[in-house]
């Protein structure tokens, strides 16, 4: 079992920046990759921000916006955000791959509300 924790959420003004975080608690099952989702309604949840051993990847609309890293020896994922638009706007979920039992799973943080004021 893998249980996230995440935090950061909150309230902020167009051009501001906000830095979710999310704590995975686990020691017994290999994590492969974590990552960063967002939801509006009535949208499908889209994944903003991933990080593996590859390296990072973002989708087009946060480039150079966002940025993700990781604490391996935490189980932590942050993301950094800066230049906040209000279209950023949504609840954040963290996401986590991993494997146990030779089966390949994934996990998901409680999501976190990000609000972006013009």
């Known amino acids: 079992q893998v249980q996230l924790v995440e935090s950061g959420g909150g309230l902020v003004q167009a051009g501001g920046s906000l830095r979710l975080s999310c704590a995975a608690s686990t020691s017994i099952v290999i994590i492969d990759a974590m990552g960063w989702a967002r939801q509006t309604p009535g949208k499908q949840r889209e994944l903003v921000a991933t990080?593996?051993?590859?390296?990072?990847n973002y989708v087009d609309s946060v480039k150079g916006r966002f940025t993700i890293s990781k604490d391996n020896a935490k189980n932590t994922v942050y993301l950094q955000m800066d230049n906040l638009k209000p279209e950023d706007t949504a609840v954040y979920y963290c996401?986590?791959?991993?494997?146990?039992?030779?089966?390949?799973?994934?996990?998901w943080g409680q999501g976190t509300q990000v609000t972006v004021s013009s």
């Open positions: 996401n986590v791959g991993y494997w146990r039992s030779g089966t390949y799973l994934n996990a």
């Open positions: 990080i593996t051993t590859d390296g990072q």
